[in-house]
């Protein structure tokens, strides 16, 4: 709390409490001018004061609530500063009166990295056109078929989110994910298809119906279906729900 906030909290605090400012000082152990200058806002008291006078006051300035409050004051104090000397660090760059070459140099050097940023900007947000998405997802599905395929789980648990859930399965931490995939990989079958039939995409959000098949070593082949949630996360889109059912088994092999 800055002045003249703190001086009138302890004005009030004290006329609440019925003291006069010599009453005040004498509970303090301060002196009656002390109490004075700082309630009108005349000096800035150390912490230490600060803390016997709001004591004195039964006012519980250093509880959870009252550091918070103090350090986003503080916080908002130095931005301020700061905010005013950037300011005024501006107002001379264009004034060009004095070291003109210099001050034009800076200009245009901050002027260059600020059409940079905003290209990098415009790229990345091209670059998250559906279209695009579709094909990423695509891509990273690809790489699941690959993956498993050849037992690597650590690489398949990177495609999910943290708080991912296999489902019905109800594996949603990855060390489960990662023991449901060894039982799964243990079985000997291979992913043979893994196709994107629906993509349905809403900012940082994409649902995805599709269909795979699995091929035994020896026996039948496997048809069925999988919906998966997509969250833009970390700057990657990564699955954090995945639900899929068997359609069809099939005796012979589809050509």
């Known amino acids: 709390m800055k002045q003249p ?9 004290r006329l609440a409490k019925g003291l006069t400012q010599g009453e005040l000082a004498e509970k303090c152990n301060l002196c ?3 109490i004075q200058r700082i309630e009108s806002a005349e000096v800035t008291p150390r912490s230490y004061t600060i803390k ?14 009252g550091k918070l409050s103090y350090r986003l004051d503080r916080m908002a104090y130095r931005f301020k500063t700061w905010l005013e000397q950037f300011y005024k660090y501006v107002l001379d760059l264009f004034n060009l009166k004095t070291d003109a070459m210099r001050k034009i140099t800076t200009l245009t050097t901050v002027f260059t990295l600020l059409v940079i940023g905003l290209f990098i900007l415009s790229a990345e947000s091209n670059a998250q056109t559906p279209e695009q998405i579709k094909q990423t997802i695509e ?3 690809n790489d699941f078929l690959v993956f498993f395929n050849k037992g690597e789980i650590e690489s398949m648990s990177d495609i999910y989110r943290y708080d991912a859930c296999l489902l ?6 990855k060390t ?18 893994l196709a994107t039939l629906s993509l349905s995409i809403s900012d940082t959000i994409a649902v995805e119906k599709g269909k795979w098949k699995i091929v035994w070593p020896s026996g039948p082949e ?7 949630e997509w969250r833009f996360s970390d ?5 954090v729900n995945d639900i899929s059912g068997i359609t069809a088994i099939n005796k012979g092999t589809e050509k």
């Open 5 to 13: 906030d703190l001086g009138k909290k302890i004005s009030e605090l």
């Open 32 to 34: 009656l001018r002390t």
């Open 52 to 65: 016997l006078i709001f004591e004195s006051l039964d006012y519980k300035i250093f509880n959870s609530f």
């Open 139 to 141: 891509k990273i599905n």
């Open 168 to 173: 019905p399965e109800n594996c949603c931490d």
């Open 176 to 193: 489960s994910r990662q023991q449901h995939w060894k039982k799964e990989i243990a079985k000997g079958y291979k992913i043979t298809k």
């Open 222 to 228: 496997m048809n069925g279906m999988y919906l998966t």
């Open 235 to 239: 700057n990657a889109w990564r699955k």
